[in-house]
């Protein structure tokens, strides 16, 4: 589910494949023919993953409470790529930007953040008794490309070239055990996304192959898209003397050229000092478990490791189905479609550091190869 940022939010990997030949011998590149920048962002994936796990030996003697200090906002930046897994198709790259804020009535009425959500108001929850409101912007850009990126004309029945660019709002309301969010997502998807240039100028950069076919990509064509999510602490214990876990369902329904479908799934976190977020998922983005959603800086360590599972039924999704008022390279989308993902989360006063895999079942028939992608995210509060 992309969640649909945060508590629900969603899609910002590639596709999980199928029956395909694997490619001759020849054309096979070993990991020792790799350019060393690709090589070297592998092995310093490798080393953040290897200091989260060295961190659980601190957490276990000296984890405390989470902190009720104030707090203005807290911004993540979040990247989505492939190369973390060795590959580079279908959903390949996505980057973002996103600002959440802290409960909305810590905010002097005339603070933009303020007036925004009393507009909102009406929406279900956010205006009840016992609820409190948060609000959050994320600026994100996604690509998408098939399994060849060589081919300066892939085949019509692989995933097309697509580069979206959105600005994404979300409206939080919770209450104890549960979250609900409503999303606003408006963008662009198409040459106007700089999609092409951005990926170009990457693969320039860590020495990988150059993307030929972005001429076929899908045209302009403005995307507006509305959501709905929530989560729900089902259930939470402890572990032994010091670690704790919990499962928290989730479910979202959306709207729009984007994405029109519905999904649930279900994640569980295990580990010291875990704080009170609910997390998100999004088609295409997977599990987002370390939320600052309705939460703030911790006193010492939290370490959280993480696992979920969601379906998404989908009638449309834009990267795969095509543009809605204009001619453009498509595949028909599954009709449903299973992800996975694990992670760790890690927060250190108001510092949050996630590091994920991502995993899909086929997205659609002829999917050359099985979707795969790292998601690295790092927040700090303010």
């Known amino acids: 589910m992309r969640q649909i940022p945060d508590a629900h939010e969603s899609a910002p990997g590639r596709e999980p494949g199928i029956h395909h030949r694997p490619p001759p011998d020849s054309e096979i590149r070993p990991a020792s023919d790799r350019p060393q920048p690709f090589v070297a962002v592998r092995e310093g994936i490798t080393s953040i993953k290897v200091a989260l796990v060295a961190l659980v ?6 984890c405390v409470t989470q902190s009720t200090g104030t707090y203005d906002g807290a911004m993540t930046v979040t990247v989505e790529n492939d190369t973390f897994t ?3 198709n279908n959903y390949t790259n996505g980057i973002g930007a996103t600002w959440n804020s802290n409960e909305i009535n810590t905010y002097d009425d005339e603070r ?3 007036k925004w959500a009393e507009f909102w108001s009406f929406l ?9 409101t948060y609000a ?3 600026i994100a850009q996604e690509m998408h490309t098939p399994d060849d990126i060589t081919d300066p004309n892939p085949p019509e029945d692989d995933q097309p070239y697509a580069g979206v660019l959105y600005l994404d709002n979300v409206l939080y309301a919770r209450r104890d055990r549960t979250a609900h969010a409503w999303s606003l997502k408006v963008g662009v998807v198409g040459p106007a996304s700089q999609a092409e240039d951005v990926q170009k100028w990457f693969h320039d950069v860590i020495g990988d192959d150059e993307p030929m076919g972005w001429d076929t990509q899908m045209p302009d064509e403005v995307l507006v898209n509305v959501g709905y999510s929530v989560a ?3 259930a939470q214990g402890d572990v032994g003397g010091s670690a704790s876990w919990r ?3 989730m479910g979202t329904v959306a709207l729009g050229n984007y994405f029109t479908g519905v999904a649930a799934g279900m994640y569980g976190e295990v580990g010291w000092n875990l704080v009170d977020a609910l997390g998100a998922s999004a088609l295409r983005s997977g599990l987002n478990a370390a939320s600052t959603v309705g939460v703030g800086p911790v006193n010492g360590w939290s370490v959280a490791f993480y696992g979920g599972f969601g379906g998404y039924g989908v009638a449309h999704y834009l990267p795969l189905d095509g543009t ?6 498509s595949v028909d989308s599954e009709p449903f479609i299973g992800s996975g993902t694990i992670g760790i989360a890690v927060r250190h006063r108001g510092l949050v550091l996630s590091l994920a895999r991502t995993f899909f079942t086929d997205t659609f028939e002829t999917e050359r190869e099985s979707a795969e992608f790292g998601t690295l995210s790092v927040s700090w509060f303010f």
């Open 57 to 62: 030996s601190c957490c276990g003697v000296g």
């Open 324 to 329: 809605v008022f204009r001619d453009s390279r």
């Open 247 to 249: 499962l928290v369902p």
């Open 86 to 88: 060795g590959s580079d």
């Open 124 to 132: 279900p929850f956010a205006s009840d008794d016992g609820y409190q």
């Open 136 to 138: 959050s912007w994320s």
């Open 112 to 114: 933009f953040v303020r």
């Open 232 to 234: 729900h602490l089902l």
